[in-house]
């Protein structure tokens, strides 16, 4: 499981464009909080080298899945939630997961991550009232 502001990122496909190279289902992980994008660490290498074909080659567009094969299910094995899920419920089951951390970081007497989680929480909790605006 990946973790960017303290929320569990979600697994997808997406997009991204490497120099004038738009590469097309790759797959990544999203942060629901602050909506950092990261290439899914089980396929990284593949993506540079990909990326960096791609690019000498001058190609405008490539699709990912046209040149390496993954099992989806296991890359996604470790996500807590996925692209589909209501953005709302999302953020809320991340707020609940990091809540269960921190009764046990308080638990522990682990002062640093229980400051970090507060951290997290705050951020997490000013997403969940943005979206609640947007309802």
Known sequence: MSFCCGASMIGTYG???????????????????CHRIEVHFLVENEYEILA????SD??????FRDYVTSEDGRLF??????????P?????????????????AKQWNDTQWESQ???????MSRRKAQLLKQK
Do not use: M, S
């Not at 997009?15 to 909080?33: A, G």
């Not at 709302?88 to 046990?104: F, G, H, P, S, W």
């Open 15 to 33: 997009t991204l464009q490497h120099y004038r190279t738009r590469i097309h289902n790759v797959p990544l992980l999203l942060c629901p909080v």
């Open 52 to 55: 960096e074909y791609a690019q």
């Open 58 to 63: 001058g190609a405008e567009e490539v699709d």
């Open 77 to 86: 094995e470790n996500c807590i939630n996925h692209e589909n899920d209501d």
């Open 88 to 104: 709302l419920e999302l953020v809320k089951n991340q707020i609940d997961n990091a809540l269960d951390l921190l009764a046990l």
């Open 117 to 123: 989680l507060k951290r997290r929480l705050a951020l």
